[in-house]
């Protein structure tokens, strides 16, 4: 499948409007929410509880879920704030983890990957989305 604006824009509305209870929980874009304490949060039993939920909502494990939304909110974030540095204020965060979490989960250091529009950063956490979901019901 070719991931083209229209199929990068389709999936990223399908999968925000899937599960908006637990990506209010992401926006706070706190490191160390794990699967238990969102799944708490959100009512159901267990982390594998949630994990059944997502999967059964044709959505990424949670951990990529978050980490990729993390990744595409940091950007947004230093887009609109001016910098990495403006958001790590903002969360009350050194900007010196948020840019290891980046590299971590893009492999690319935050000087590079900063630099992609909105559409580039968007397609390729879809890309990644789709590597760990590759069937989304909505196709």
Avoid: N
């Avoid at 009512?43 to 494990?61: C, I, K, N, Q, T």
């Avoid at 940091?74 to 948020?98: F, N, P, T």
């Avoid at 590299?103 to 397609?123: E, I, L, N």
């Amino acid at each position: 499948m070719e991931l083209t604006d229209e199929v990068v824009d389709t999936t990223w509305k399908y999968v925000l409007g899937t599960c908006p209870e637990l990506l209010a929980r992401f926006d706070a874009l706190d490191l160390r929410l794990s699967a238990t304490r969102a799944a708490a949060a959100m009512g159901m039993r267990d982390g594998a509880f949630l994990e059944r939920w997502l999967r059964g909502r044709s959505v990424p494990r949670f951990r990529v879920l978050r980490d990729w939304y993390y990744v595409t909110e940091m950007h947004r974030r230093a887009i609109s704030k001016g910098g990495l540095s403006a958001v790590a204020k903002e969360l009350g965060a050194y900007q010196s983890i948020l840019s290891r979490f980046v590299t971590r989960v893009t492999g690319q250091a935050w000087r590079d990957f900063g630099k992609g529009s909105a559409m580039d950063v968007r397609r390729r956490c879809v890309e990644v989305w789709v590597a760990d979901r590759p069937t989304l019901p909505y196709q």
